[in-house]
């Protein structure tokens, strides 16, 4: 069965300090997967997308990885802000025709001053 | 203005009333999506179409109706509402090439008391 599971399902850190949320997934075969923010009352915006030929791609302090061997993918934040408070969901999708993007159940940060 | 808009952002009613949901976007996508976000259990697909005369039932479709009155507008019906439908609904819109990337609406939040 296509899954996808997140870690922590919940993060409470310092502002200023460094975080790594974790995705592993068993969608196969795996078309791409992608991070999005969600920040409270809003709706998702995508952060980042990795492809199966990515290994490591950053978006100012976020910096996502992919490793396709293991279905695993981590988004790190650097340097954490206030304004990173926020779900992170990681979504996947299979490369199938009309496979359907598999959503994890995300993980929820706070960042307090 | 936003791209993905969505009415009403939030709406109580009681049980056994008839709701509708409506999403319209200004990105010229052709693909509409309706999820329904709850804690713990993430976003799961209600329904989807990928152009005016296609309608797809997604995971979660029993309770539910739909409607793509035009390219840009895909309501969302609760012919008789029940209190386990009190949820956040959120409208998302995807391009053709569907990258995986969905573009959100700010949600709309029901309670069915």
């Known amino acids: 069965k296509n899954q996808v599971e997140q870690s922590p399902q919940s993060l409470i850190i310092l502002e200023g300090k460094n975080c790594t949320l974790q995705c592993n997934y068993t969608v196969s075969p795996f078309s791409n997967l992608r991070w999005y923010k969600q920040d409270t009352g809003r709706g998702p915006v995508s952060l980042t997308i990795?492809?199966?030929?990515?290994n490591t791609k950053s978006n100012g302090r976020y910096t996502a990885t992919l490793d396709a061997d293991t279905k695993q993918s981590s988004l790190h934040i650097t340097a954490s802000q206030l304004s990173d408070s926020a779900s992170y969901i990681c979504?996947?999708?299979?490369?199938?025709?009309?496979?359907?993007?598999?959503f994890g159940k995300g993980t929820t940060l706070s960042v307090s001053s | 203005d936003a791209d993905v808009t969505q009415t009403p952002r939030n709406r109580i009613t009681k049980t056994g009333k008839r709701i509708m949901l409506e999403c319209s976007q200004t990105?010229?996508?052709?693909?509409m999506y309706w999820y329904r976000q709850d804690p713990g259990l993430g976003l799961r697909l209600i329904y989807y179409?990928?152009?005016?005369?296609?309608?797809n039932k997604g995971e979660i479709s029993d309770g539910y109706s739909v409607s793509r009155q035009a390219q840009a507008k895909f309501s969302l019906s609760l012919e008789s509402a029940i209190p386990n439908q009190t949820a956040l609904y959120f409208c998302a819109t995807s391009d053709v090439r569907f990258t995986g990337e969905l573009f959100f609406g700010e949600g709309s939040r029901l309670t069915v008391l």
């Open positions: 990105k010229g996508h052709d693909r």
């Open positions: 979504v996947v999708r299979g490369n199938q025709a009309g496979t359907a993007l598999i």
């Open positions: 179409s990928f152009d005016v005369k296609d309608i």
């Open positions: 990795m492809t199966f030929s990515e």
